[in-house]
């Protein structure tokens, strides 16, 4: 049980996301990545989470928040995966922001070209048999999860590709051990299983499963145009782009109700998407859960992370700090004069490292890098188990 469960306040569940050679999390208040650089050191940087819902309501309401949620998640994972690009290799074989921002758009047509362009286009050709109603749109929804699928175990075979899959186990790993309350020490966190009910794994499920239906329905209300072939694919092809955000904000709500409640229907509606995890998570080494570690601690609050059971034995990877622009005014877990390795106050837990000097305050590398040394040493509403089932043997 979580410290915040224990003293009856709603806690606040923690997400993530898998990096290249890295983990990003993100808490209540800011996100952070943590990655694995080729000297074997850990660089972490922490930024502010947007606060546009709470400036507008209407995008904390039931549906709205779900479009405003994939946008934002798409938004911190794109940037995630930009530094984790770039600090996971040497400094001669990084990317420009050009190269990288030509990458992305390449993948982002990509996916829109196989996944929505590509069934519609095939079956245009087949209309005279399926015609324009629900058929249709069962027979494209098989289509585009068979594709999804095959992507999914296609890439599954490449070994950066298993690299990634394993840092993604490492997160769910790390979250399930917090929200177990557990110390964050890798043996501890190992025990804990790869799938977890939040993935965005089952989001992704639950958006391919629900766009059949939505499809469905809005393709009974306007019906597909009968004006040759290319009119029918062009409506097919723009229905699908148009109700994404509706398909979006109802995938969200089934997630949050998936993680909140586990009766029957519940459990078979997430079953997909746990069972897809298989392929999307693999079980990590003991330095990719060390990053999780560190990426997490560099959310949580320190006040908070307190109250959990302090870890017996150090994290050896050093740190090296990128851009903290976490506010001031909130003390975390994780921070460059601090190390949540040993108990006792800041003070206490952090000692000087060769190179610091006799003020006590973190040294610099050549580029401007804080570097501290370690010394000491992937929310939704389920407030029992989150991750929908009991921790492994061996706790």
């Known amino acids: 049980m979580s410290s915040d469960e224990s003293s009856g306040?709603?806690?606040?569940y923690y997400g993530g996301q898998a990096l290249i050679e890295g983990v990003m999390m993100r808490g209540q208040s800011v996100w952070a990545c943590a990655v694995r650089r080729p000297r074997g050191d850990i660089h972490v940087e922490r930024h502010p989470v947007g606060d546009f819902p709470e400036r507008h309501p209407l995008f904390k309401r039931p549906f709205i928040r779900g479009t405003y949620a994939l946008v934002d998640a798409l938004k911190i994972g794109t940037r995630a995966l930009t530094i984790s690009a770039n600090q996971s290799v040497e400094e001669e074989e990084q990317l420009s922001g050009k190269e990288l921002g030509g990458s992305l758009f390449v993948?982002?047509?990509l996916v829109i070209g196989v996944f929505v362009v590509l069934p519609n286009v095939g079956l245009a050709f087949a209309t005279d048999w399926l015609g324009g109603g629900t058929l249709y749109h069962f027979v494209e929804g098989l289509v585009r999860i068979a594709l999804f699928l095959a992507y999914l175990v296609g890439i599954s075979f490449l070994p950066d590709i298993r690299?990634?899959?394993a840092y993604h186990g490492a997160e769910h790993k790390t979250i399930a051990a917090w929200e177990h309350g557990e110390p964050l020490e890798p043996d501890r966190v190992d025990h804990y299983s790869t799938v977890h009910v939040r993935c965005g794994t089952n989001f992704l499920v639950m958006v391919f499963l629900l766009a059949i239906l939505v499809y469905s329905v809005a393709g009974a209300i306007v019906p597909?145009?009968?004006a040759g072939l290319l009119a029918t694919m062009t409506y097919h092809i723009v229905l699908r782009i148009v109700l994404l955000p509706v398909i979006a904000g109802l995938a969200y709500e089934g997630l949050r109700l998936g993680a909140g409640h586990r009766n029957v229907f519940v459990r078979a509606l997430m079953a997909p998407g746990q069972w897809l995890q298989k392929i999307t998570?693999?079980?990590p080494e003991r330095d990719m859960i060390e990053?999780?570690?560190r990426s997490f601690e560099a959310v949580v609050p320190r006040s908070e992370y307190e109250r959990q059971p302090p870890r017996a034995e150090a994290l050896p990877s050093t740190l090296s700090w990128g851009p903290d622009e976490a506010d001031p005014e909130t003390v975390y877990a994780l921070a460059p004069d601090h190390k949540p390795d040993r108990g006792g106050p800041?003070?206490?837990?952090?000692?000087?490292s060769p190179g610091e000097e006799a003020t006590g305050l973190p040294a610099t590398d050549s580029s401007g890098t804080t570097t501290t040394a370690a010394d000491g040493s992937d929310g939704l509403d389920d407030a029992t188990d989150p991750a929908g089932r009991e921790p492994r043997s061996g706790r």
Do not use: G, S
């Open 281 to 283: 998570t693999k079980p």
């Open 163 to 165: 690299r990634v899959f």
């Open 346 to 352: 800041p003070d206490e837990a952090h000692e000087v």
């Open 224 to 226: 597909a145009p009968e």
């Open 107 to 109: 993948a982002l047509a």
């Open 9 to 12: 306040k709603r806690p606040h």
């Open 291 to 293: 990053v999780a570690i």
